[in-house]
């Protein structure tokens, strides 16, 4: 077991762990926010033919050279070709068709012209310059040509990707099915919302603050229920939610107290201990073990702590269980807008929004930074990342950042 890691190895100690996933099979109205888990390929080519991009005339641009307001190009009409319907004459020189946004361009035909840079009766054309070979033609398989993957394995099924797979007359796809995280919450002080307080008792927002974040990653977050600050009922709520969830997620007793029993009761399980405590602040307070092939997350009690956690060092590893081709945190350096001015003396995690000013991308740290505070995630879209050993931070300096579902 190793003691107080750095964030960085409590994730890769994380990733390190199998990431058993299931797919199952949707249809397309259903696929939205789905990670794909098949590589899809283009059945055809988009479009599958080249078409118009506008009202217009197709022609050939031989006919057309030397065409000047004086002296006019003038095509005869074959035919009309709408949307949806095929050219039915073959075109030859001195020929033009009506044609309309979308539709086939016939044959011979390499060109086309909008109606209003021509003039025209049913039966003839005039054109007034010369047209290029290949201008305002769209060609067969310029978005997408048959055979090229499309969509890779642990792509995020977005607007764009349903129209895609729509575009090829794809109805289904295999996805992976969302990992079921059961969030047991611990502590005897906790009360269910909806409830009475009693005397010494909270209500718990960790469930439903975690259980929101977990949906944002992709995953199926299961309400695990209040378990009181006793051994033998934590490690029977956590047996039960073994058989029916694809990892655990417990809150409180995460620390060293009389009363924080995260780290014994995963012992006493049986448990693979991973790591105890991490060296940083908030959220720090964390054990990590394996059981059964499942992973058990042990986090603070401490609302703001919980989630700083979780986004911190368990975002990774949901991600890998969800199935997304990328799961490590998205980084980017911003510049702190406001000082901050608590010292650092281990690596701290301050919770804050992005904003960008003039193309520079700003940190905007929130009010309230403890433990317990949960504010301060409202609007929160960062975590930057002030160095061990810093003192205060002045506005203008440069800082590491991570990006974390807004909420």
């Avoid at 290949?134 to 398989?141: D, E, I, P, T």
């Avoid at 406001?338 to 003396?345: L, R, V, Y």
């Amino acid at each position: 077991m190793r003691m107080n890691v750095a964030a960085d190895m409590a994730v890769e100690l994380l990733l390190g762990q199998e990431a058993k996933k299931y797919t199952e099979t949707l249809r397309l109205w259903e696929l939205e926010g789905r990670i794909l888990a098949e590589d899809i390929r283009a059945a055809i080519s988009v479009p599958p033919f080249d078409r118009s991009p506008y009202d217009g005339y197709a022609l050939m641009a031989a006919d057309t050279a030397g065409a000047s307001r004086e002296a006019p190009a003038v095509l005869k009409i074959t035919e009309e070709i709408p949307a949806g319907h095929a050219p039915t004459i073959l075109l030859t020189p001195g020929h033009a068709a009506k044609i309309l946004t979308g539709a086939p361009i016939p044959e011979g035909c390499d060109a086309t012209i909008k109606y209003e840079d021509t003039e025209f009766t049913d039966t003839e054309v005039r054109i007034f310059a010369p047209q290029e070979a290949g201008s305002n033609v769209v060609r067969a398989g310029e978005d997408i040509k048959a055979g090229e993957v499309i969509l890779t394995a642990g792509t995020l099924v977005s607007a764009a990707a349903l129209g895609i797979l729509a575009g090829q007359g794809i109805s289904e796809a295999t996805v992976y099915k969302k990992p079921r995280i059961a969030v047991i919450s611990t502590g005897s002080e906790l009360a269910e919302a909806g409830k009475p307080l009693k005397p010494a008792q909270i209500y718990n927002s960790n469930v439903y603050t975690l259980s929101a974040y977990l949906r944002a990653m992709g995953a199926e977050p299961v309400n695990g229920g209040i378990v009181p600050d006793d051994p033998d009922a934590i490690s029977a709520r956590i047996s039960e939610a073994l058989e029916t969830s694809d990892m655990i997620i417990t809150t409180g007793g995460a620390s060293v107290g009389d009363y924080d029993w995260a780290y014994r009761v995963s012992e006493m399980m049986g448990a693979e201990i991973l790591f105890w405590k991490a060296d940083f602040k908030p959220g720090g307070a964390m054990c990590a073990a394996v059981l059964n092939g499942k992973l058990i997350l042990c986090l603070s009690g401490n609302p703001g702590a919980a989630v700083i956690g979780l986004l911190r060092v368990g975002m990774p590893y949901v991600r890998k269980l969800c199935g997304h081709r990328t799961v490590m945190h998205e980084r980017l350096n911003v510049i702190m807008k406001d000082s901050f001015g608590k010292k650092s003396p281990r690596l701290r995690l301050v919770r804050g929004r992005l904003e960008i000013k003039d193309g520079v991308a700003y940190f905007v740290h929130s009010d309230g930074q403890g433990n317990g505070v949960i504010s301060s995630l409202m609007g929160c879209d960062l975590l930057a990342e002030i160095p061990a050993g810093t003192g205060r931070v002045q506005d203008g300096q440069i800082l590491s950042a991570i990006r974390v579902p807004s909420n």
